[in-house]
């Protein structure tokens, strides 16, 4: 059975892995300084024991984009994934102002609730920006980081130069569409048989829920995550795993050795005949580096 939360096209899923995650989403109301209401908020917790791992996903995303990584890592270690605020099956709220900052302040908030001790954060593409301010921020959040193919060194977002009505919801329109999204998720996969109707499913489930467009939209305007400086970067102190796919399409090759370069205790390790996702297309690498990372 599915959480009755998840939009009822769920039913979709044909995946083994896609079913037993959706299966395993949970709720909690939230409470957060960015709204008096309780912000009800996606999430996914598997295994126990070693340091919790702290899975943030990327850019129009959800926890499913870990439906391969997670039961891997969860087999030794506590690890949790959650929805951004403003993405995924996490409640979009009116009058929240949905920005890198709003992130941050539930994803603290998140983190302070339900974990509250130090995490290996694990951030794929924005998600990896997202893990880099969070660490900047609350460095006593995160004892290890990890970046998946990371956005962050460069900014903001094309579509912010359409966001204004009528093109605002033109624009999401167009993200919305199925033939769009799988052109777009093509692009992210080096195999091109990874890119199947179930990944497509995973990747549009949540564009059903109340007021996506509004919070995309509202996000997009903010000008979402800037580039960080190389100084800035080179003030996160914790030890740091880059993983990269060789084949990357979407962020290229070269942020990678950016990343190496900027961030002092930092090792890069290149995952071979993969794309911008490792954690979907080379899921056992991924978590094999990942569990060693955590494990050093």
């Not at 995650?21 to 209401?37: C, R, S, V």
């Not at 690890?79 to 996490?90: E, I, R």
Request: hydrophobic letters at 45%; one cysteine or more; a positive charge.
């Amino acid at each position: 059975m599915f959480p009755n939360f998840l939009p009822q096209t769920v039913g979709q899923l044909t995946e083994p892995a896609s079913i037993t995650l959706a299966q395993n989403i949970q709720t909690t109301a939230l409470t957060t300084p960015l709204t008096n209401e309780p912000i009800t908020t996606a999430y996914v917790k598997q295994g126990s024991g070693g340091t919790p791992i702290l899975l943030i996903h990327g850019f129009d995303s959800s926890v499913l984009e870990f439906r391969r990584l997670l039961p891997l890592l969860a087999g030794n270690n506590e690890t949790w994934a959650v929805d951004l605020l403003g993405f995924g099956f996490t409640d979009r709220l009116s009058g929240i102002a949905y920005s890198p900052s709003a992130i941050k302040i539930h994803l603290y908030d998140f983190w302070k609730s339900l974990i509250n001790q130090p995490v290996i954060l694990v951030g794929a593409s924005m998600g990896g920006a997202t893990a880099i301010d969070l660490a900047l921020s609350y460095p006593e959040l995160v004892k290890k980081l990890v970046l998946i193919d990371s956005a962050g060194l460069a900014g903001g977002s094309p579509l912010s130069k359409l966001m204004f009505p009528p093109l605002d919801y033109l624009a999401t329109q167009f993200l919305s569409n199925m033939k769009v999204r799988d052109r777009i998720a093509r692009i992210g996969y080096k195999n091109q048989s990874l890119a199947s109707l179930d990944a497509l499913y995973c990747s549009a489930l949540h564009l059903q829920m109340p007021n996506w467009h509004q919070a995309l939209i509202a996000f997009t305007k903010s000008g979402g995550y800037s580039a960080f400086r190389f100084k800035k970067i080179s003030q996160i102190l914790q030890p740091t795993l880059i993983l990269w796919g060789d084949s990357d399409k979407i962020l290229g090759i070269k942020d990678a050795i950016r990343f190496k370069r900027a961030i002092p205790q930092s090792t890069l390790i290149w995952i071979q005949d993969c794309g911008h996702l490792p954690h979907l297309e080379q899921p056992q690498i991924t978590a094999q580096n990942i569990l060693k990372f955590s494990s050093e």
